[in-house]
């Protein structure tokens, strides 16, 4: 009787190939509980540039350099800008529009508040208002902007200093605190 070596060879190859690849498959969630234990994110973006859209109206862009993604998280999943964020809202059908920057960002998903770090900037283009602060908390939902450190805001006529500010999305009906500056009221403020 006569066998054939090179394919009992072969035949026993393929069995363990075939052995190998059903014994390493990992589901999603154990992938992701790794990625979670290890700290990592469970997506990188790089050079990201998203447009928001609701009622197929852009409704604001975001663009970074870097996004990552920790989704993955159970208690409190985020989104991490590590080396800056630029994030432009439009509302009134585009004819108002604000602009954040920040070198530093991260988006809590379940709360939609966001903090924004480090030469935060925001302008309303339309009142030419310009928000400076070190630190920002965003909610989204509510459209509203906190911070309890200390800002910088510029209007048309004043520039006011201070620690502690809350205003709208658009930077309109604020409250500053602590504050320091010139300030022009009219009477019908009083």
């Known amino acids: 009787m006569k066998t ?3 394919k009992i060879y072969s035949n026993i190859a393929i069995i363990i190939l075939i052995a190998m690849f059903f ?17 990592l994110p469970i997506a990188v973006g790089k050079n ?5 859209k609701d009622s197929g109206k852009i409704t604001s862009k975001l663009i ?11 208690e409190h999943p985020y989104n ?15 004819k108002d529009s604000t602009t954040i920057t920040g070198k530093y960002a991260r988006t809590y998903n379940k709360t939609k508040v966001s903090e924004i770090k480090d030469n935060v900037v925001i302008t309303n283009h ?26 910088r805001l510029t209007t048309a006529t004043d520039t006011i200093n201070g620690f502690g ?26």
């Open 4 to 6: 054939n070596t090179p």
């Open 23 to 39: 014994s390493c498959v990992n589901s999603k969630k154990e992938i992701q509980d790794f990625l979670a234990d290890k700290n």
């Open 48 to 52: 990201v540039f998203h447009v928001y």
């Open 64 to 74: 970074t350099p870097l996004l990552h993604d920790f989704t993955n998280r159970e």
């Open 80 to 94: 991490e800008f590590p080396v800056g964020i630029k994030i432009v809202t439009f509302e009134n059908n585009g």
């Open 126 to 151: 339309t009142e030419n208002t310009i928000l400076e602060t070190n630190q920002l908390f965003w909610d989204q939902k509510e459209k509203y902007f906190f911070t309890e450190d200390g800002f």
């Open 165 to 190: 500010f809350e205003s709208k999305q658009d930077l309109s009906a604020y409250i500053a605190k602590d504050i320091t500056g010139k300030i022009e009221t009219k009477e019908s403020d009083l």
